[in-house]
Structures are given as structure tokens and as C-alpha cells.
């Protein structure tokens, strides 16, 4: 492989990550997908639901603010101050078992993933 076979490998499985983040999310907060793929902020259900999303992402993957903030279209900045209002909610003990629910659940799912990928043409 080449160093831009590499580099492209590496954003695709971000971008997975990503996604696999947002479709828990919106099925855990029973939120439209459409609705945190908006470019507008959307009312507060939504707009805490994408910053759980881009969240999970941030912790759960390890991904970069920024390519976090690539993924869901908004900027680093932006991911910065989701993970922190997130962060400061983690106080409350239904949040934080969700949380931790969701992210045991997204790191279980994407190791069963990497381990048995998908055969093409099936």
C-alpha cells in the first residue's frame, strides 16, 4: 500500500466511526438522523443529541476535533464546545450511564466490525 492508500484508509474508518456515533446517538435520543445531519443548529433535543454524537466520536474513536468537526460538517471549534458541554453534564447519573452505555456499545460494535468486515458482493 501507498502512503495515499494509507491516508485514505485512515479518513474512511474516521468517517465510519463517525457515522456509527450519529445512528446511535439519534436511535439512543429517538431523534430523526435527517435532523442532526442539518446544517441549521435545530431545537434543543437535536442540538444536544448531535453534540452527544460528535462527543462519543471524539472520546470513544479518539478522533481529532477537527476531523470530528469534518465529519458532521461543522467546525473544530464547534466539536470543542460540544465535548465540553458534554463533559460537564457527565455529573448527572443518567447521563453518564448512557454515556458509558453508548460508548461500550460503539467500541463492541466497531471491534465486531474490524473483525469480521463485510464481504463484497454480499
Known amino acids: 500500500m501507498n502512503i495515499a492508500s494509507d491516508q ?15 445512528v446511535a446517538t439519534a436511535a439512543a435520543a429517538r431523534i430523526p438522523l435527517a435532523g442532526l ?36 460538517g461543522r467546525d473544530r471549534t464547534t466539536v470543542r464546545h460540544a465535548c465540553a458541554l458534554i463533559e460537564d453534564r457527565r455529573d448527572d447519573p443518567r447521563l453518564e450511564f448512557g454515556l458509558t452505555a453508548l460508548e461500550a456499545a460503539l467500541l463492541a460494535a466497531m471491534a465486531k466490525l474490524v473483525d469480521h468486515p463485510v464481504e463484497a458482493g454480499r
Open 8 to 22: 485514505s484508509q485512515v479518513v474512511l474508518r474516521a468517517t465510519a466511526e463517525a457515522r456509527l456515533a450519529e
Open 37 to 72: 445531519r442539518a446544517a441549521n443548529r435545530g431545537r434543543k433535543p437535536i442540538a444536544l443529541a448531535r453534540q452527544t454524537a460528535m462527543y462519543l466520536a471524539h472520546v470513544a474513536f479518539g478522533l481529532s476535533l477537527t476531523r470530528v468537526g469534518i465529519c458532521f
